[in-house]
């Protein structure tokens, strides 16, 4: 068992009760402890806090148990505000920690104020790991200055979080974005910490992939986020649809065309025969179902935002 040092993990849960047990073995495996476990659940009805209080009874972490109808915005200013420690790892109930996760973030809290931490994708079905495969980017490929951590893998020193008064509780989704962003218009030191790694289950099938990208980008434009980033899936929706509705043959050549354009993006790390079959298609109602949802949820939500 790992050494405990005087940092707080802070986690927001809700129904885990079929994935908790992997988090906190994670967590109990750590090449170091934390002094504190701070859980904000959200009045789940699984029995994942009993999951948790049972499997951290017998260890020597403090843990601190809220039990609370809250947003994600509201469970993660809670739970920070009832910690004792002034380094805090953030993360979710949903994923998996790499053993030196914990450890690379207190090391680099000790020099800078800010650690973006690092993710890879899990999941082993068609759709998963065609995901993966179009949509993962190498943490060698990063641009530091500009990454935005998402709040899954997380350090950060208290002050930082009181003095942006901590997540904005109308933010449904992306309030760790709206945070990140909060932060480093503070001028807080960051550090990109690759090694600071967690691993989360991918959407297993469209349907749920449909609606993670519409969600994300409806409430991106709700807020105005990213505009330029969201221009190429509207026009992408905007032609789409009105190929659709001229010629069902004009629409049919098109996604042939499509599917002729994306192919280097679809044959990358492609294998052969049946195999690449059933990749090529994977890869091509995957991409297909995201850039649609991005561009639906942004329209959508840019004109509710609009509306007088």
Not at 209 to 229: C, E, P, T, V
Request: glycine residues 6%.
């Amino acid at each position: 068992m790992g050494k405990i040092k005087d940092i707080s993990i802070v986690i927001t849960t809700y129904n885990e009760s079929e994935n908790i047990k992997l988090w906190c073995e994670s967590v109990l495996n750590q090449s170091i402890l934390p002094k504190e476990l701070v859980i904000v659940d959200s009045d789940s009805t699984d029995g994942t806090l009993d999951i948790i209080n049972s499997i951290f009874n017998d260890s020597a972490i403090d843990v601190v148990a809220i039990s609370q109808k809250c947003n994600i915005s509201q469970g993660r200013n809670i739970a920070i505000s009832n910690t004792s420690c002034d380094l805090l790892a953030v993360t979710d109930g949903g994923v998996i920690l790499d053993t030196e996760w914990l450890s690379n973030i207190y090391e680099g809290l000790q020099e800078y104020e800010v650690i973006a931490g690092y993710y890879s994708f899990g999941g082993s079905n068609a759709f998963q790991v065609a995901y993966n495969d179009l949509f993962y980017v190498s943490s060698s490929l990063i641009n530091e200055e500009k990454f935005l951590p998402s709040s899954r893998s997380l350090g950060l020193r208290k002050y930082c979080w009181e003095s942006v008064a901590g997540y904005d509780e109308s933010f449904l989704i992306g309030e760790d974005t709206d945070f990140d962003l909060k932060l480093k218009g503070k001028n807080f030191s960051f550090k990109f910490e690759p090694k600071a790694k967690v691993t989360w289950e991918l959407r297993s099938n469209l349907k749920a992939m449909f609606k993670q990208h519409y969600l994300y980008s409806r409430w991106d434009a709700l807020i105005g986020q990213n505009k330029k980033g969201h221009a190429f899936f509207v026009l992408y929706f905007i032609t789409n649809l009105a190929i659709l509705v001229s010629s069902l043959f004009i629409s049919l050549f098109y996604i042939l065309l499509l599917l002729v354009l994306a192919t280097p993006m679809l044959l990358k790390g492609s294998k052969s025969g049946e195999e690449l079959k059933s990749t090529l298609i994977a890869r091509f109602l995957v991409l297909n179902t995201c850039y649609l949802a991005k561009g639906i949820g942004f329209i959508k939500g840019f004109i509710f935002a609009n509306r007088s």
